[in-house]
C-alpha cells in the first residue's frame, strides 16, 4: 500500500517537472511533432501516477496479494515503457524506439482491467 503512495507520488511528481520542462526547456529545441510526442508522454505518466495512487489507497482495503498489487506493478511498466519511450524518442528522434511504446500500452490495458477483476472480486 505504502509503496504505491510513494511510487505514484514520485511519477506525479515527474510528470510536473518533465511537463515544465518540455514547455520551457524543449519549446525552442524540439519541433511541433516531437513536442506533442513528449507531451503525450507527459500526459499519460500523469494519468497513470494518479492510477498508482489509487491503487495504493485501494490496498489499504483489500489484502496486499490482490490483483490492484499487480495493477500497480503493469502501471509502473507502463510508464516506463510508454512514457519512457516517448520521452527518448522525442530527444533522439530514433524512430524505432516508438516500437517500444506499445508494450506500455498493454501494461496500462492490463492493469486497468485488473481494477476492474479486482473491484468485481474485492467490493
Do not use: E
Not at 10 to 26: K, P, S, Y
Not at 71 to 83: C, K
Not at 84 to 113: D, E, H, M, Q, R
Amino acid at each position: 500500500m505504502k509503496v504505491f503512495i510513494i511510487v505514484g507520488a514520485i511519477n506525479a511528481f515527474l510528470a510536473v517537472a518533465l511537463g515544465a520542462f518540455g514547455a520551457h526547456g524543449l519549446k525552442d529545441r524540439l519541433d511541433a511533432h516531437y513536442l506533442d510526442i513528449w507531451k503525450t508522454g507527459v500526459t499519460y505518466q500523469m494519468f497513470h501516477a494518479m492510477g498508482i495512487l489509487m491503487i495504493g489507497l485501494l490496498l489499504g482495503k483489500v489484502p496486499m496479494n490482490s490483483v490492484f498489487n499487480w495493477s500497480g506493478w503493469l502501471m509502473l511498466a507502463g510508464i516506463v515503457f510508454f512514457s519512457g519511450s516517448l520521452y527518448l524518442l522525442s530527444l533522439t528522434k530514433v524512430s524505432v524506439l516508438g516500437a517500444i511504446t506499445p508494450i506500455g500500452g498493454v501494461c496500462f490495458l492490463a492493469a486497468w482491467v485488473l481494477i476492474i477483476v479486482g473491484a468485481v472480486k474485492n467490493f
